[in-house]
């Protein structure tokens, strides 16, 4: 997913050295566009310069799974997705004002990929046979990515559960 993202060229992929040139007035500008920094606080700028940074390098995903039937058999599905976020993502005013087409980004950024699909009865002793393998998987989740520029990349993670009639959300920050 990343690969595709960067690909697509939709992705802030600042180096250290454009964070490092940022003028102090640019760090607190973007800071407060971002919501995370307000006038009144007293922080050293190499603070700030370190928050936009970190903030600007955090993609959140969300991994979604359900029970379905499909031609009375029944599936697991587990399906993983990136959150749109205009920290990490350029948004679509910015694309147009650099020459690019007119794309809409929440849709490419939110397209699913299927993490993992299994046929299985809609009970839970068959749903809790997948456990070990996401189980398996967290461990790999704390692996920083690196994009294009060299620069890593912090996942953080969502888990939602359910269907259109039955919606559970589980909010997991690893």
């Known amino acids: 997913m990343l690969k595709r993202r ?9 180096n250290d050295l454009h964070y490092t040139n940022l003028p102090e007035h640019k760090i607190k500008n973007r800071l407060k566009e971002l919501v995370e920094v307000e006038d009144s606080e007293d922080t050293d700028i190499e603070s700030l310069r370190k928050r936009l940074k970190d903030v600007e390098s955090t993609r959140h995903l969300m991994i979604w799974h359900d029970n379905s039937t499909i031609l009375n058999h029944g599936y697991h599905l587990v399906m993983v997705a990136a959150i749109y976020d205009f ?9 147009v004002a650099a020459g690019r087409e007119n794309l809409d980004i929440h849709t490419i950024v939110e397209m699913s990929q ?3 699909m299994g046929r299985c009865i809609s009970s839970e002793a068959e749903n809790i046979a997948y456990v070990d393998t996401r189980r398996d998987d967290l461990p790999d989740l704390r692996i920083k ?9 912090q996942e953080t993670i969502r888990f939602f559960e359910g269907g259109r ?3 559970r959300e589980t909010w997991w920050l690893c």
């Open 114 to 116: 299927i993490y993992i």
């Open 145 to 153: 990515l690196t994009t294009e520029n060299q620069n890593e990349l």
């Open 165 to 167: 009639s039955s919606w």
């Open 6 to 14: 960067q690909e697509h060229g939709l992705m802030r992929d600042h």
């Open 87 to 95: 920290a990490i993502y350029f948004t679509k005013d910015e694309l």
